[in-house]
């Protein structure tokens, strides 16, 4: 049996969007980490989720299609520690109360890996490879960030 509920470490994975890179970590956390993570991710200025990420889990095995992009501030948790996955997230990082370690592992954006492609099957290798670096990172916690 997993650990309860309030065991379990709140982890934030923030980006600037919510669209991408933090819904992967988000979902990779709950699939793979659910008993000893409590996950979720938001963005400073999110903008809708994108719909190659949740292709690209799907392909994985991991349904993030329900996802919302959404701010820190809707979401009502104190959080233990906060992973931006993205450079500007990182420097823009916002204080959040109660002392949340802020974590930087950044990742290739792949929208603008994606820029230049003309079809989907073109752009989608850029996702699937940023998914697995994500994931390889969600199954080094939580050690990596405890």
């Known amino acids: 049996m997993g650990a309860a509920e309030d065991d379990r470490l709140r982890v934030l994975f923030l980006c600037t969007g919510n669209s991408c890179r933090s819904q992967m970590a988000e979902g990779w956390a709950r699939a793979l980490k659910g008993d ?15 719909r190659l990420a949740v292709e690209a889990m799907r392909e994985a095995g991991v349904d993030i299609s329900s996802h919302a992009s959404k701010h820190p501030d809707e979401i009502g ?3 233990d ?14 204080v959040f109360p109660g002392g949340a370690r802020v974590v930087h592992r950044g990742f290739d954006d792949p929208p603008a890996l994606a820029r230049d492609a003309q079809r989907d099957d073109e752009a989608l290798p850029h996702y699937r490879r940023v998914r697995d670096e994500i994931r390889a990172f969600i199954e080094t916690l939580p050690g990596g960030i405890a």
Not at 81 to 94: R, Y
């Open 36 to 50: 000893s993570i409590d996950a979720y991710s938001a963005g400073t200025e999110p903008h809708g989720i994108n």
């Open 77 to 79: 948790v104190a959080f």
């Open 81 to 94: 520690v906060v992973v931006t996955v993205c450079g500007s997230a990182h420097e823009t990082c916002p």
